[in-house]
């Protein structure tokens, strides 16, 4: 699987991005959609999570402020990011995983400025 992430970019502290992973394939086959973060000298870390059947889990840190959706018709998954912190800067990964699949899409940059 093939993963495509964008939406990534410069954002003042309170703004909003939101990020887009489009997959090679269709999305409704895959178990758990996944984004995760990597700030520098930090491990990647799991940010969000959306099952094939719409359920949604999210990491303490993000909880109330990020949404992840999935468009299944487009093979996409977003991340909506909303009131962001200097701490939510890091590299953001997309993820998918099955049974017998796990890819990771490139990783798009998030920096929030103060």
């Known amino acids: 699987v093939q993963l495509q992430a964008s939406g990534g970019g410069l954002v003042q502290a309170g703004g909003s991005l939101r990020l887009s992973c489009t997959a090679s394939?269709?999305?409704?086959?895959?178990?758990?959609m996944n984004w995760y973060r990597q700030a520098p000298g930090n491990q990647r870390d799991l940010v969000a999570t959306?099952?094939?059947?719409?359920?949604?889990s999210y990491a303490n840190s993000v909880k109330g402020r990020f949404t992840i959706s999935r468009d299944n018709a487009k093979n996409t998954v977003y991340l909506q990011m909303n009131n962001l912190t200097r701490e939510d800067t890091a590299v953001y990964y997309c993820?998918?995983?099955?049974?017998?699949?796990?890819?990771w899409g490139q990783g798009t940059q998030v920096t929030v400025s103060s």
């Open positions: 394939i269709y999305i409704f086959s895959i178990d758990t």
């Open positions: 959306i099952t094939t059947r719409g359920s949604s």
């Open positions: 993820n998918a995983r099955t049974r017998y699949i796990d890819s």
